[in-house]
């Protein structure tokens, strides 16, 4: 699972920012998620769906839970949900994302990362039908 910034969509799929917001009003694109107050994001896997013509309109994505504890450090975690630092800590200040599960070494729980996102796509197809 991973998450990418509309300046990432746009390298990937080539669509300028007009047309993309075109798109998703026709229900041709994958919509975005709202990652925070003012920012969303899209799901990789949505997008690559699309660019490879299997997408459909209504379809969205489910992340799968770990059965073990796995722990993700920081660079990873920034690459998953394509952040940058700052963000990443002023999220968890405000209690929109979830905390480190130790400050001396920062890791989080992957499943509470899966959850968090699971929950962020879950708002936007309740107010997408």
């Known amino acids: 699972m991973q998450l990418i910034r509309r300046k990432e969509l746009s390298e990937l799929t080539g669509i300028s920012r007009a047309h993309l917001y075109l798109l998703i009003g026709e229900g041709k694109f994958p919509r975005q998620i ?5 920012a969303s994001a899209w799901i990789v896997e ?4 699309w660019v490879d013509g299997v997408w ?4 969205t994505t489910s992340p799968n839970l770990e059965n073990s504890m ?12 394509g ?30 990362i ?3 996102v699971a929950k962020k796509i ?8």
């Not at 459909?56 to 379809?59: A, K, L, N, P, S």
């Not at 796995?70 to 949900?81: G, S």
């Not at 940058?84 to 509470?112: E, H, Q």
């Not at 879950?122 to 039908?129: E, G, K, M, S, V």
Request: glycine share 4%.
């Open 70 to 81: 796995k722990l993700v450090d920081r660079k990873t975690l920034l690459n998953m949900i």
């Open 56 to 59: 459909h309109e209504g379809m």
């Open 46 to 49: 949505e997008v690559q769906a």
């Open 83 to 112: 952040f940058n630092k700052d963000t990443l800590y002023r999220m968890i200040k405000a209690g929109d994302f979830p905390p480190c599960v130790s400050k001396d070494i920062p890791r989080w729980k992957y499943n509470d």
């Open 114 to 116: 899966v959850t968090w």
């Open 122 to 129: 879950t708002i936007r197809d309740a107010n997408c039908f």
């Open 34 to 38: 709202h990652i925070g107050k003012r």
